[in-house]
């Protein structure tokens, strides 16, 4: 217990660093490729690049992954973001293509940092609460898109994008150094299940399926476009990297204050997830319909807390939805079929996107495309209720 205990301190806080290096990646990596070629398109391309490596690399690490190498992959991946790092020292006007290298590098590294650490979220919550250890870790993980945003927009306002570099690289070396405490670390697979067997069998249960479509449409919806187009948006407004990390920090802060506020008092309850969705459907709609910088900031807000708060009540759902099923001692498997559903999902919201945006290259038409894929959270609320559902009907208790 005291190993597991420890364990799980280690992953919040492993968890923590590795989402400062994230939040860098997704805000300011986008502005820094933008300020040097001006291309919107690009952007995003270069984005679903990313989403295609780490479909294809998750399901390859999927089939490879055993308890041996586990830690060893888990470590590989605070080596392939310092390696990308170093490569963005050297990214220019003219050696733009290496924005290709480094996003490779970046995707192989986030399948080897997630594909390990969520099945050891996954094994480590199962003598505590997952929805209270997915919160704990939801709330600590939250801090980073607190502090990261506001100190890497500062660094690089009063340094430069080097300086920051430097900061990623001490950080990748903390968590690989952190990662060496871990034990009991990995939990081999009980079945040995084909490509096929497992997508068959994540089917067959009613909770695991519907929380697999209500996963696979959040990420459609809220989770992979509209992250990048904000602080995309965000730097048009404001024209500079320091506000930029000034008001991500303030909106995260926000955000992050309203998700305790709902964990301690509101919980994930069905008509809850609702009512969150109309805010976040209704701010959509208020950007296309007033464009303007203080619309903006309240879509933001309001996207920001909506979007914690959603995938709150989503990834405890997800990491319980393997309850009874072949699944349960098979975390490695369960990982790729939920985590396929992502990188699919998230390919064709970008798609949609740079077809929006190429039919009309305006800043208005970023707004629209955030408005439409929106809407399609209801779609995944009905799917979420539907799988929390299942669980009352199968267990005779409130999931929340």
């Not at 994540?202 to 509209?226: D, P």
């Not at 369960?334 to 919201?349: A, D, E, K």
Request: aromatic share 16%; glycine share 4%; hydrophobic share 55%.
């Amino acid at each position: 217990m005291n190993n597991e205990r420890r364990d799980r301190g280690l992953l919040i806080f492993i968890n923590l660093a590795v989402q400062i290096m994230f939040v860098f990646y997704t805000i300011f990596f986008n502005i820094f490729i933008y300020s040097i070629n001006n291309n919107v398109v690009f952007v995003l391309l270069l984005n679903a690049f990313l989403f295609f490596v780490h479909l294809l690399f998750q399901l390859f690490l999927t089939k490879i992954l055993t308890k041996k190498n586990a830690m060893t992959i888990y470590r590989l991946s605070f080596v392939l973001i310092f390696l990308s790092i170093l490569l963005a020292f050297f990214v220019t006007a003219s050696t733009i293509w290496l924005a290709w290298i480094i996003m490779a590098l970046y995707g192989v590294a986030k399948m080897c940092f997630y594909v390990p650490h969520e099945i050891a979220v996954m094994n480590k919550g199962k003598n505590v609460s997952m929805k209270n250890f997915v919160g704990l870790s939801s709330i600590v993980a939250s801090l980073s898109a607190i502090l990261s945003p506001f100190l890497s927009g500062f660094i690089i306002g009063q340094w430069s994008y080097f300086a920051i570099f430097g900061v990623i690289l001490a950080l990748a070396l903390v968590a690989f150094v952190c990662s060496i405490f871990l034990k009991d670390f990995y939990i081999e697979p009980k079945t040995n299940l084909s490509l096929k067997q497992v997508f068959v069998e994540s089917h067959k249960n009613k909770k695991s399926k519907y929380a697999l479509y209500a996963f696979g449409l959040e990420k459609f919806s809220q989770a992979s476009v509209i992250p990048i187009l904000l602080p995309l948006l965000l730097f048009f407004k404001t024209g500079g990297e320091m506000s930029v990390g000034l008001y991500s920090s303030l909106i995260a802060l926000f955000a992050t204050i309203i998700l305790t506020l709902y964990i301690t008092f509101i919980k994930n309850k069905p008509l809850s997830m609702i009512i969150v969705t109309f805010l976040n459907v209704s701010a959509s709609i208020m950007l296309v319909l007033w464009t303007n910088f203080i619309s903006f900031i309240i879509y933001y807000i309001v996207r920001e807390s909506c979007h914690k708060i959603f995938h709150n009540g989503m990834a405890s759902t997800i990491f319980t939805a393997n309850v009874n099923t072949v699944f349960e001692e098979n975390k490695r498997e369960w990982h790729m079929v939920f985590s396929t559903y992502n990188q699919i999902c998230s390919m064709l919201s970008i798609m949609l996107a740079i077809l929006f945006y190429v039919i009309s290259p305006t800043e208005i038409s970023l707004t629209i495309i955030i408005a439409v894929l929106s809407v399609t959270q209801f779609i995944s609320v009905y799917f979420l209720n539907k799988s929390d559902a299942v669980q009352v009907e199968n267990k005779g208790e409130n999931p929340t």
